[in-house]
């Protein structure tokens, strides 16, 4: 039964026993995989959500306002920004 349903979810499988061919037995798989992102798209929420929490208690604030972590905030941003500069050149350069 359980057979049946999965032919009718996904359609192209219902070859004779023994004649399954492997691209279409690999057919559905990029949708079995969007099934555990259901499920880090929530974590992701929750742990969204929690942090707005935390972020209005005044002792967060006061540490996340800190000049010494702006700056070095600031500081792994251009890190980041120069350590991508090139991959990004060439991406450009291969558009272009």
């Known amino acids: 039964v359980a057979a049946v349903e999965f032919d009718r979810a996904v359609p192209g499988l219902g070859l004779p026993e ?5 691209k279409k037995a690999a057919a559905p798989v ?3 995989l ?5 499920f880090v798209g929530g974590v ?4 969204m959500l929690a942090g707005a929490a ?4 005044p002792v967060v604030r006061r540490v996340w ?4 972590l702006m700056l070095g905030g600031r500081i792994l941003i251009a890190v980041a920004g120069l350590a991508s ?10 558009i272009l």
Do not use: K, N
Request: no cysteine; proline share 11%.
């Open 44 to 47: 992701v929420v929750v742990v």
């Open 18 to 22: 023994g004649t399954l061919h492997p």
């Open 65 to 68: 306002s800190d000049a010494r």
């Open 34 to 38: 969007l099934v555990p992102m259901v």
């Open 85 to 94: 500069l090139p991959s990004f050149t060439t991406s450009i350069a291969d």
């Open 54 to 57: 935390i972020s209005t208690l």
């Open 30 to 32: 990029p949708l079995v």
